[in-house]
C-alpha cells in the first residue's frame, strides 16, 4: 500500500532517525522539524504523563513557527504535525 500525501504537508516534529525511518517505510513523504523547547524544564510525577506534555509542548512549538511562516506565505497548506516522546524506567529517551 502506497501513502498518499499529496493532500496535505507531513511534518514530523522529531529528530528521531527511528520515527524518520518509519514514516519512510510507510512511503509517505515528510520534512523534519525539531522544536526549540527546553524538555528539561518540563516535569510531571508519572511518565504517561510526561510523554504525553512533552509531545504537546513540541507539537505547540512547530504549530508556533509554522504559523509564523505562514503568515509571511500566501498559500499554506493543510498540515499534519507528528510529535512524540518516549520515557523508559531509567528516564527520558
Do not use: H
Request: net charge negative.
Amino acid at each position: 500500500m502506497e501513502a498518499d500525501s499529496s493532500s496535505f504537508k507531513i511534518i514530523l516534529g522529531s529528530a528521531s532517525i527511528a520515527r524518520r525511518k518509519i514514516l519512510a517505510e510507510m512511503g509517505y513523504e515528510f520534512t523534519v522539524m525539531t522544536a526549540d523547547i527546553d524538555e528539561k524544564s518540563i516535569r510531571t510525577e508519572k511518565p504517561e504523563e510526561l510523554v504525553l506534555v512533552l509531545a504537546k509542548a513540541k507539537a505547540d512549538a512547530i504549530v508556533s513557527k509554522l504559523q509564523s511562516i505562514n503568515n509571511q506565505e500566501k498559500d499554506a497548506e493543510t498540515t499534519i504535525v507528528i510529535a512524540a516522546d518516549t520515557a523508559s524506567k531509567s528516564g527520558i529517551t
